[in-house]
């Protein structure tokens, strides 16, 4: 008889193999069934039946022995019609023993009478085997061994719940045997819990997937994709029947397959697949792959680099230095998107590659045009700031990965990852729950490079529930606009000046001086104006043109402070319900910054008020010498002669004695009260609030029967705070009282009286009369007294103003009052204001100097002016009084 050489490919039972030939250029090697002539094994079970006592057993004797080895075999004779046909023959090793006595010998099979060979050559063969069976009951060899032993318990199905079974083993190395590869990156596996507990599933290899190889099922066509064929056979040929360590990992998207890894004893079978090109690595299951997925990543990398098989189309990504690059962090636009400026001073917009932000929440709202109050609701806000923390006036790493074409009426986005030294950004914010993770197209080269570090953390976000993965109800962001308008501006005026200096964060900057700025503390976003300077004035449409140095400027202040973290000192309001004031960042004034770089001029009024005055002129010299901005094109000597002939034009003038003021109380048209905005004023802050502690930590008795004109603590009704007060009057209806730092009276009993503390009574009044010079306005009870008290409370009540004193008379100041954000000019004074909506006459008096003529004249006409157009009280007519 002929005698052949092949493989076995895998043992059936204790006695039957399938063998394999040699390898052929246009597909798997042929195969053939051949059974073992005259001995039989116990025959294995299967889902409807037991095994027989020790079928595994000898099965696997014969496994260890034959499979993956070449053998010598004699086809000897064929049973039955199957395809393929039923052999029967004789196999050898390699160092000439015969397989069917060894099995015998060790107790794994027994002789039978069978065959057809020489009736001689049959006899002597049955003979030996029966021979050898006998010395291996006498010795209890096998399955002539203890039975209890001999019997396992396989289950072909599962008969637990999935998951529990995974969660049971997963993570450790489970001993197994693969039975079944069905493709390269899919086997039946039987898993060996214990020597007697065994399980059989169908396991997906993590992180790959192989060409499908479907064939020979009933009633669905072949699928073949290509290599798969010589993908299954390179899994096939390292693992059918061999003993390897499985972990279980993960359970796959639908059914009761379950996902993991497979270690044969020289490597991983994923990474093999991978390296050789006959896998694709997948994303849904990659990040549960044991030791992470660096190796099986590094392993398709290769392939595609050697452009083998599955990738010989492949065409690798060139980077360029335009697409990797360091960059500074100039703002955060959205949780995922940020702007970056280059060394070469170009900015960027990029977004994280593979991210998105989180959703916004139900209920978040924008600012709408009845208020500018902001609520959102969601982890949007959290995720911008994070990344303001981190990231801006930072310098980073970037690395341009892909562009997102533009679509759905979206920009082209350019997407890269950013990483600040070795941290990768986009990482640390899928970690915190503040951005999830795109699921590209398994076909999607374009993504993060670090895709799979990004699954990983969004799995231990979930797993933590932490952030847009939480139970809890999302947070909400509630933001107050403080200068929505000037009413509302004056609320906040007092907390934000009560603490010295406020931090706050800047939003935008709106031109050099002006900029928008939120206070988590008091969690309002108001609009802050720096005191002692004006800035040029950037264009605030397409058709309008910027001042000289105006964009310049803007950008200097943006450099400096956007999105940063800022200390402010707050001065005051204005009429628009912008806070006045001075900014540091680092400590560094802004306003001064602003004067040296020659981007700002100085603002006389408010910088001679200011804390900063010296340092804010001194700004301004140094621009000036250096010719810097504004002053690029400044002559000293030019000046100086223009301030000469100021200085004779003055002379021929009176002088004038301009004061910051507000007018804290209006008592009719033509007369009010006034505080200066000195250091007494800034003295008063200090004292209202230690007056306020004393009189909480003191319950003293009300005075019995306070005299008039005596000094004394009194509570004033609107706001049950205590304040200095002057006695007018005593009567059975209360103790009628003027309050002496602001002007205003009210009549209240006398429970609400108490004695001054000496302590508190050293500084001046702040509260001074004053009425409108060169006016007179009818009285409240008069003929539109009224409408006089009300024109004047609209135009100057709380608000800060500039007053020229043009007299004294007891104590009383005769002011001229201008809004400095319109004019100092004559004709654009509240004076004149009442005067032309005709609620006042002009009057002159010999305590006003005649150098007031050139004032009085424009008084007389906007005076005129009313008469002739019946405004006010001249509705009916002139009734201009006589001269007094």
Request: proline letters at 4%.
């Amino acid at each position: 008889m002929v005698q052949n050489k092949a493989v076995v490919k895998n043992v059936l039972s204790g006695d039957t193999v399938i063998l394999k030939g040699r390898a052929r250029a246009n597909g798997p090697p042929a195969e053939r069934l051949l059974a073992l002539s005259n001995v039989q094994a116990p025959r294995l079970g299967n889902k409807d039946k037991d095994d027989e006592p020790f079928a595994f057993a000898s099965r696997d004797f014969l496994r260890k022995t034959l499979v993956g080895k070449e053998i010598s075999f004699v086809s000897e004779y064929t049973v039955g019609s199957s395809n393929p046909p039923r052999e029967y023959g004789t196999i050898s090793l390699q160092n000439g023993d015969d397989v069917a006595q060894l099995i015998v010998k060790e107790g794994w099979a027994k002789a039978r009478e069978g065959g057809k060979r020489g009736e001689s050559e049959s006899n002597d063969s049955l003979e030996t085997l029966k021979n050898l069976e006998e010395e291996a009951r006498n010795g209890s060899k096998g399955m002539w061994g203890d039975k209890q032993k001999g019997q396992r318990s396989v289950k072909h199905g599962m008969t637990e719940d999935t998951k529990t079974f995974l969660n049971k083993y997963k993570g450790k190395q489970i001993d197994a045997i693969i039975e079944q590869v069905r493709d390269a990156s899919t086997f039946r596996v039987l898993l060996m819990l214990t020597p007697q507990d065994h399980q059989m599933i169908t396991l997906q290899l993590s992180g790959v997937k192989a060409p499908v190889v479907r064939k020979d099922i009933p009633d669905q066509p072949d699928v073949v994709e290509p290599f798969g064929e010589e993908a299954k056979y390179f899994a096939e040929s390292r693992l059918l029947q061999r003993g390897v360590k499985v972990i279980l990992e993960g359970a796959a998207q639908t059914g009761s397959t379950f996902v993991g890894s497979i270690i044969h004893p020289a490597g991983n079978i994923a990474e093999a697949l991978l390296s050789q090109g006959l896998a694709k690595c997948v994303d849904w299951s990659i990040t549960l792959v044991t030791g992470g997925p660096v190796k099986l990543r590094n392993a398709e990398r290769t392939a595609k680099e050697h452009k083998l098989r599955l990738w010989k189309d492949f065409v690798a990504k060139e980077k360029t230095s335009e697409s990797d690059f360091d960059a500074h962090v100039v703002k955060i636009v959205t949780g995922d998107t940020i702007i970056v400026r280059s060394k070469s001073g170009g900015e960027k917009k990029v977004q994280f590659s593979s991210l998105k932000q989180a959703p916004r929440g139900a209920g978040s709202t924008l600012p709408s045009a009845k208020s500018k109050d902001v609520k959102e609701v969601g982890y949007q806000f959290e995720a911008r700031e994070y990344l303001r923390k981190r990231l801006v006036g930072k310098q980073v790493h970037v690395t341009i990965d892909y562009v997102k074409p533009a679509q759905d009426g979206f920009e082209e986005k350019e997407c890269a990852t950013i990483k600040i030294g070795d941290s990768n950004i986009a990482i640390q914010l899928v970690e915190r729950g503040l951005a999830s993770v795109i699921r590209h197209r398994k076909d999607d080269e374009n993504r993060s490079p670090a895709y799979d570090q990004l699954v990983i953390a969004e799995t231990k976000a979930q797993e933590g529930q932490k952030g847009i993965h939480s139970t809890k109800e999302q947070p909400i962001v509630r933001i107050t606009d403080a200068s929505e308008n000037a009413t509302k501006a004056r609320q906040f005026l007092t907390f934000l000046k009560r603490g010295g200096r406020v931090t706050g964060v800047v939003d935008h900057v709106a031109n050099a001086s002006r900029l928008y700025i939120w206070v988590p503390k008091e969690n309002c976003r108001l609009t802050f104006v720096l005191a002692g300077v004006r800035a040029p004035r950037v264009a605030r449409s397409a058709g309008e043109k910027s001042e000289p140095f105006a964009e310049e400027g803007a950008h200097f202040v943006s450099n400096k402070v956007l999105q940063r973290d800022v200390d402010i000192e707050v001065e005051n309001v204005d009429k628009t319900g912008g806070f006045v004031g001075s900014l540091f960042v680092n400590g560094e004034n802004l306003s001064v910054s602003l004067l040296q770089a020659g981007y700002a001029y100085i603002h006389e009024y408010s910088a001679n008020e200011s804390n900063y005055a010296n340092q804010l002129f001194s700004g301004e010299r140094i621009a000036k010498a250096g010719k810097k901005g504004v002053w690029a094109s400044y002559d000293e000597e030019a000046e100086k002669e223009a301030a000469q002939e100021q200085e004779q034009a003055a002379s021929a003038t009176p002088n004038r004695e301009y004061i910051d003021v507000i007018v804290s109380e209006v008592i009719d048209g033509n007369r009010f009260y006034v505080q200066v905005l000195n250091d007494q004023a800034r003295k008063l802050e200090t004292l209202m609030s230690e007056f306020a502690e004393h009189h909480k930590r003191n319950d003293e008795p009300s005075v019995a029967k306070p005299r008039n004109g005596e000094v004394v603590s009194a509570k004033f009704t609107e706001d049950d705070s205590w304040y200095r007060a002057k006695v007018r009057k005593s009567s059975p209806a209360g103790v009628e009282v003027v309050y002496v730092d602001y002007g205003n009276s009210e009549v209240i009993p006398l429970s609400r009286i108490r004695a001054l503390p000496q302590k508190f009574s050293s500084l001046p009044h702040q509260a001074q009369e004053a009425t409108l010079s060169f006016v007179k306005a009818p009285a409240k009870d008069q003929d539109y007294g009224v409408e006089a008290f009300e024109r004047l409370q609209q135009l100057a009540s709380g608000k800060q103003l500039v007053a020229n004193v043009d007299s004294r008379d007891g104590g009383v100041l005769s002011l001229s009052l201008y809004d400095p954000a319109i004019s100092t000019s004559a004709d654009a004074s509240i004076n004149y204001d009442i005067v032309r909506d005709g609620y006042g006459h002009v009057i002159s008096k010999t305590r006003y100097s005649g150098g007031n003529q050139e004032i009085i004249k424009k008084l007389q006409e906007g005076l005129a002016d009313a008469k002739r157009e019946r405004l006010g009280m001249f509705e009916f007519g002139d009734n201009t009084p006589t001269d007094d």
